[in-house]
């Protein structure tokens, strides 16, 4: 009875010393995990795609992100997340532990990169923008990108997005955008359909560099297409001539349009021809778009460049021909003013 007795008193105190065991080894794996990482500063850490956690966990101890890969495994199986860290990059904070690296690669936003593609540029222009970013992947498309057919903006991406992805994005968001537009249109405008507005609001687009001026020069234009007047609009005359790339003459200095040019007939040329050109001459932003679709009610059918930026609008030829007066004397200040200062 008495060996019993010990022997039970045995087991209990082989039981009680290994729980306080088991205790002890969670207690110091839940501060190993928690404690703070070895990182001195901030750093971006890649997943690669299909990678698995052991390959990872490896890295981030080589990289000394992290003190030991077999307790971020353990913490990643007990967890169940094995299998639900993210492909990307991800900003691992100075000083995290573990546990906050395994969340920043579960939970954490991957780290974004910005691509600026702005309004009124041509298709050609902006597909140089995006061949030269040095973040994007992959090689250009080697279909055609239609004139007009890419939304300006803004765009955020994550590491792996490739040129042609991007590309198709744009695409979609401009066809989006037409979609979501074109029945919020005043009934009353002179396009017949959304192709139609991206046209004339690429000429809108090119017209002016000042978005507050975009719905005068829509209105301006929607009046001179009912009245069955030309919009003799310079910029389809560049369109026509270079494809929307700057004019410069023999000494490689930037000009004006020649008068051979403006009278040359081609299918964009808008002091020759009738309506519309025959495509999108840039890519046009939201703005200009919304402007041609809803454009104010306005008699304005002539307009100039002020000098400062803007345009004078005017109603009638004697109206504007004091405007074009008016920017004359400016521009001959302005030229005295240059040359008291030289």
């Known amino acids: 009875?008495?060996?019993?007795?010990?022997?039970?008193?045995?087991?209990?105190?082989?039981?009680?010393?290994?729980?306080?065991?088991?205790?002890a080894g969670w207690v110091w794996t839940q501060d190993a995990l928690n404690r703070d990482g070895p990182l001195a500063e901030e750093v971006v850490f890649q997943v690669e795609p299909g990678e698995s956690l052991s390959s990872v966990a490896a890295r981030l101890e080589q990289d000394g992100i992290i003190r030991d890969a077999r307790l971020i495994r353990f913490k990643a199986k007990l967890d169940k997340t094995e299998t639900s860290i993210k492909t990307g990059e991800f900003k691992i904070e100075r000083g995290a532990s573990m546990v906050d690296v395994l969340n920043a690669l579960i939970?954490?936003?991957?780290?974004?990169?910005?691509?600026?593609?702005p309004e009124g540029r041509t298709t050609a222009q902006l597909l140089k923008v995006i061949e030269a970013d040095p973040v994007l992947e992959g090689d250009m498309p080697t279909e055609a990108i239609a004139e007009g057919s890419l939304l300006p903006d803004t765009y955020l991406f994550d590491r792996g997005m490739t040129?042609?992805?991007l590309i198709q994005l744009m695409q979609s968001k401009q066809a989006a955008l037409l979609d979501e537009l074109w029945p919020t249109r005043d009934p009353d405008i002179p396009v017949k359909t959304p192709y139609e507005a991206l046209i004339l609001a690429s000429v809108v687009e090119k017209e002016t560099g000042r978005v507050d001026e975009q719905p005068q020069i829509a209105a301006l234009f929607t009046t001179r297409l009912k009245r069955g007047m030309r919009l003799e609009s310079d910029p389809t005359i560049i369109y026509g001539v270079s494809k929307g790339e700057p004019l410069y003459n023999a000494k490689g200095q930037r000009r004006t349009l020649r008068r051979s040019e403006i009278d040359a007939k081609t299918d964009w040329n808008t002091y020759q021809i009738d309506g519309l050109p025959k495509t999108p001459?840039?890519?046009?932003?939201?703005?200009?778009?919304?402007?041609?679709?809803?454009?104010?009610?306005?008699?304005?059918?002539?307009?100039?460049?002020?000098?400062?930026?803007?345009?004078?609008?005017?109603?009638?030829?004697?109206?504007?021909?004091q405007n074009v007066a008016a920017y004359r004397a400016y521009e001959r200040k302005e030229i005295a003013r240059e040359r008291e200062g030289e």
């Open 163 to 165: 040129r042609a992805g």
């Open 281 to 321: 001459i840039c890519n046009p932003g939201r703005k200009a778009i919304a402007a041609v679709l809803n454009p104010p009610h306005t008699e304005y059918i002539f307009f100039v460049a002020d000098g400062k930026g803007g345009h004078l609008f005017a109603e009638t030829l004697q109206q504007h021909n």
């Open 1 to 23: 009875m008495k060996f019993l007795k010990g022997l039970l008193s045995l087991i209990v105190l082989v039981l009680v010393l290994g729980g306080a065991v088991a205790g």
């Open 107 to 117: 939970e954490g936003k991957g780290v974004l990169y910005k691509i600026t593609l």
